[in-house]
């Protein structure tokens, strides 16, 4: 699942193929400091879009064949070139991040979709395109499971991200519910809330299933690897029902013993 706490990397790193080590830590890298960058410590919006800007010339010069002298893009190059990875889905990370920034609340489901479609789906594409399986159909189905993965993130994450002033849920689905955002956290026993989470968890449950089959398509470790990742998602969203959708009073997450239920269900697949 989630590596540290870049939550849309997608690395279960002990089914990672040790060959792929090396690429997938340079990516890693890069996307999570990019992260910090938009996220973490003190820095004015200015500041940060600054920094983010300067990663994007980076990727540019990436592009161009240029090896940057900066330690962290020196070893993104050689992975780029060494197995010929797109630049656009970095720029796309760096856009989604950039948003973040500025960006605090989403009218409609369309408007996070693409959000997701910017800060989580292109890192799915760029592991199948280490794994050299890259074609449409994949291609559909990771973006897929990556979106959900990242909407699973925020159903479970929205007390935390109410406190940094950040709303996911759309402003469509609140107002279809009749929830009013002031009132976010007050009463998360209301029907109300419940019947907003409960469409929000089954929408991510229905997308998360769409994808489902790619994980019995990809071969050998990357394969179960999708597994883990498909049934923690779902183990996450059980979570959250059984918790009635109180997301506020504790933050749902997979224990232990719930690690035995997703490895069942994943051998089951």
């Not at 938009?38 to 990663?55: F, I, K, T, V």
């Not at 059980?238 to 035995?260: C, G, H, M, N, S």
Request: hydrophobic share 45%; aromatic share 8%.
């Amino acid at each position: 699942m989630p590596v540290e706490h870049y939550e849309n990397f997608p690395v279960a790193s002990f089914l990672l193929p040790r060959r792929l080590v090396p690429a997938v830590e340079a990516i890693y890298a890069f996307a999570r400091s990019a992260d910090d960058i938009a996220d973490e410590g003190d820095a004015l919006p200015a500041e940060r879009q600054a920094s983010l800007e300067r990663y994007g010339q980076e990727l540019d010069a990436i592009e161009r064949g240029a090896i940057p002298a900066d330690p962290m893009f020196a070893r993104l190059a050689r992975v780029v070139a060494e197995y010929r990875l797109p630049v656009a889905p970095m720029h796309d990370l760096l856009s989604a991040f950039r948003q973040d920034v500025v960006t605090a609340r989403y009218a409609d489901y369309t408007q996070l979709l693409d959000y997701c479609r910017r800060s989580a789906n292109p890192v799915g594409r760029l592991m199948l395109e280490l794994y050299d399986a890259v074609d449409e159909r994949n291609l559909r189905d990771s973006d897929a499971i990556c979106t959900s993965l990242q909407l699973i993130n925020f159903w479970q994450d929205v007390a935390i991200d109410l406190a940094k002033g950040r709303i996911y849920i759309p402003r469509e689905d609140l107002e279809r519910h009749a929830v009013l955002e002031t009132e976010l956290g007050r009463d998360p026993a209301s029907p109300a809330w419940r019947a907003l989470m409960r469409f929000e968890v089954d929408r991510a449950r229905a997308l998360i299933q769409s994808g489902a089959p790619l994980a019995l398509r990809l071969p050998g470790r990357v394969g179960w690897e999708l597994r883990l990742m498909i049934q923690g998602g779902l183990r996450i969203l059980e979570a959250i029902e059984k918790v009635d959708y109180d997301v506020f009073t504790r933050r749902p997450t997979l224990q232990p013993a719930d690690w035995i239920v997703v490895a069942w269900r994943a051998l089951k697949m």
